[in-house]
């Protein structure tokens, strides 16, 4: 059907709000590399990691990377005609990478210590009795659904007779994690065709999330990571009705905000793309319709989510809204706190728990948190916010090293499990070559996602979601409490941001080496 002048003209506009948008995140991101790389001296001091060699040395093996990716054919030819990206070579893949991740984590898991451990513990006592201790999650209310989440798998583990339960939360663990890098791999195969773009992509799942440390550890960052990713391939499927789609991405990412909160980011990117458009464009006129279905839809998921949140917090602490709990006013006060740059500090705990109420607490926190804003000139808040970036965004293994207290680690015999500790234990003799080369994989992808942003990609819509989504993530640790680790939970999203930046480069370098076609 012809389209008419006013609905070219709309789809024009649109395009042009999402060039805009993708724009300045790619700026943002801009001032991401900058930090990371040139400003790795200046801020060191904020976050030590365990090189090889300084980001500005690291980059001639990225761009080694990224050239060994214009060396793969748009088309395999011979008389062996080999598709990676078909669902065969797809499936067998990430069985195989399953059973290599099985293998890491029955060489590597250990119990944790920390909030992990509570979670773990209050898990097994439900499994166990049905009983839990509640000041915990009067605490932290928000580590609530996880512990009934635990619960379930801990429960079949005990009937079967297992002796180590808990490493049945650990195999489950690889498991989501895997499960995400497939997402990943079936959401670049719909947004691209490029070979470079789908190698480049599987190259990352597989090296950069699949075999980090943190997939063996049972907590927010492996069981959530699933839910963004979820969402977006969702999102992407365009024979899905309107109301069905926007339901399930709703229901999704509050599901997964549960576990952990960040997982909102992406359905607020998509809401804020979708009403960006249809504001400037002047949508809202001639499809309003669509519009009030689309929100109908984003109240009764989000409804679905709210609700199985706070049946999990009232079940786990005793109340639906815990007076006791450390609100998102306290995790702000920490993140402008300069003596720590915006870590977790006893002192600032103990100021809020001072108050009797939550009601207090958070207005109290709100006001230390900007007089600590407002107590620093611009110059010193642009170091401070500097140096939170490269605390966030400086390390490339996202602190998988350092993000847990190790309670125990059991001994096991093998060649294979003494080798894997070499390498992922933080003493080993060979740390500090694998987080090297998990840094290259990072800043493959930083330098990668603003050519996506500033670029013009297939779908300029998806590129302004997720631009918009993983900036939203960077200003969330600008502003709260950071930790690199934190990232973890939209590392497949990177992954297919990071994709798009390829093929949108290897679009441009075609116009000069028109041999090499996009592929």
């Keep these: 059907m012809r389209q008419s002048g006013s609905e070219m003209k709309a789809r024009h506009d649109g395009r042009r709000v999402f060039r805009v948008l993708s724009a300045l995140c790619g700026g943002y991101f801009l001032w991401v590399l900058g930090v990371v790389v040139f400003g790795q001296t200046a801020y060191a001091a904020a976050y030590q990691t365990n090189m090889l060699a300084s980001n500005l040395l690291l980059l001639p093996f990225v761009l080694l990377l990224l050239l ?9 030819g011979g008389p062996l005609k080999f598709d990676i990206r078909s669902n065969g070579a797809l499936a067998g893949w990430f069985a195989a990478l399953l059973i290599v991740q099985l293998l890491v984590a029955h060489s590597l898991w250990f119990y944790p210590g920390w909030d992990v451990e509570s979670v773990y513990q209050a898990a097994f006592a439900l499994a166990e009795s049905g ?9 932290c209310p928000n580590n609530a659904a996880l512990a009934m989440l635990l619960s379930v798998p801990l429960t079949v583990a005990a009937r079967l007779g297992k002796d180590v339960p808990y490493t049945v939360l650990v195999y489950l663990s690889e498991l989501l994690v895997n499960l995400s890098c497939l997402l990943a791999m079936l959401c670049v195969r719909t947004l691209t065709k490029s070979r470079a773009a789908w190698m480049g992509a599987l190259l990352l799942c597989t090296g950069w999330i699949a075999l980090s440390l943190i997939a063996t550890v049972p907590y927010t960052d492996s069981f959530a990571v699933l839910f963004p990713v979820l969402a977006l391939y969702v999102y992407l499927r365009k024979k ?4 069905a789609k926007w339901l399930l991405i709703a229901f999704i990412c509050f599901a997964g905000s549960a576990i952990k909160p960040t997982a ?17 464009t002047g949508a809202l006129r001639t499809g309003w319709k669509r519009v009030l279905v689309i929100i109908t839809a984003l109240a009764l998921g989000a409804a679905g989510g709210i609700l199985l949140q706070r049946a999990a917090v009232a079940y786990m602490s005793g109340e639906v809204v815990p007076q006791a709990q450390l609100s998102e006013t306290h995790y ?7 003596d720590s740059l915006g870590g977790h500090t006893d002192a600032d705990v103990a100021y809020s728990t001072s108050f009797a109420t ?22 010193e808040n642009l170091t401070f916010f500097s140096a939170k970036l490269y605390k966030a965004f400086g390390d490339g293994t996202m602190a998988q090293s350092k993000s847990f207290l190790v309670m125990e680690q059991p001994a096991r015999t093998g060649w294979w499990a003494a080798l894997l500790q070499q390498v992922y234990f933080t003493d080993g003799r060979y740390n500090a070559l694998f987080q090297t080369v998990q840094q290259v994989f990072w800043l493959f992808i930083l330098l990668l996602m603003p050519v996506a942003m500033f670029g013009k990609s297939g779908n300029q819509k998806v590129t302004a979601v997720l631009a918009v989504t993983l900036t939203g993530l960077g200003m969330y640790l600008m502003l709260f409490e950071v930790w690199p680790r934190y990232l973890y939970l939209y590392s497949p999203v990177f992954v297919v941001l990071a994709a798009i930046g390829i093929d949108t480069l290897r679009r441009r370098v075609s116009r000069w080496w028109p041999r090499r076609t996009s592929g």
Aim: glycine share 6%; no cysteine; aromatic share 8%.
């Design 68 to 76: 060994g990716l214009w060396a793969i054919p748009a088309r395999t």
């Design 264 to 280: 909102l980011i992406l359905l607020l990117a998509m809401a804020l793309v979708l009403g960006v458009r249809t504001l400037l």
């Design 131 to 139: 009983a839990v201790e509640k000041e915990y999650f009067a605490l």
């Design 332 to 338: 702000l006060m920490l993140g402008m706190n300069g």
């Design 240 to 243: 899905l009705p309107p109301f």
């Design 358 to 379: 939550l009601s207090e607490r958070r207005q109290a926190s709100l006001a230390r948190a900007w007089e600590r804003l407002s107590s620093r000139s611009f110059a």
